[in-house]
Nanobody, 119 residues
């Protein structure tokens, strides 16, 4: 089990940048993966970006070329750098960690941080 605390959300104008942070309560270097998910009004929670233990990344089509997920093991923190924000990027962003437990794994979630994009 790990506690995840997101920060960095807020109001940003369309076209602007925003960086989200996910601080974990313990070392993250043994996690299978960490990721960012977004839930917009009327939509399901969906993957925005993820990074595996080995460093491979995966992005939603809408995020490719604009968002970057960054892992800093020394700080037990994962970041989501968002550039060229669009109104469609708005929503609550949740941090997730996939944690191994013996032969299985489980997922922990943060409480989320809201991103609002104005025009």
């Amino acid at each position: 089990q790990v506690q995840l605390v997101e920060s960095g959300g807020g109001l940003v104008q369309a076209g602007g940048p925003l960086r989200l942070s996910c601080a974990a309560s313990r070392s993250i270097d043994s996690f299978n993966a960490m990721g960012w998910y977004r839930q917009a009004p009327g939509n399901q929670r969906e993957l925005v970006a993820s990074i595996s233990r080995g460093g491979s990344t995966n992005y939603a089509d809408s995020a490719k070329g604009r968002f970057t997920i960054i892992r800093d093991n020394a700080k037990n923190t994962v970041y989501l750098q968002m550039n060229s924000l669009e109104p469609e990027d708005a929503g609550i962003y949740y941090c997730a960690a996939d944690i191994p437990l013996g032969t299985i794994w489980y997922r922990d979630w943060g409480q989320g941080t809201r991103v609002t994009v104005s025009s």
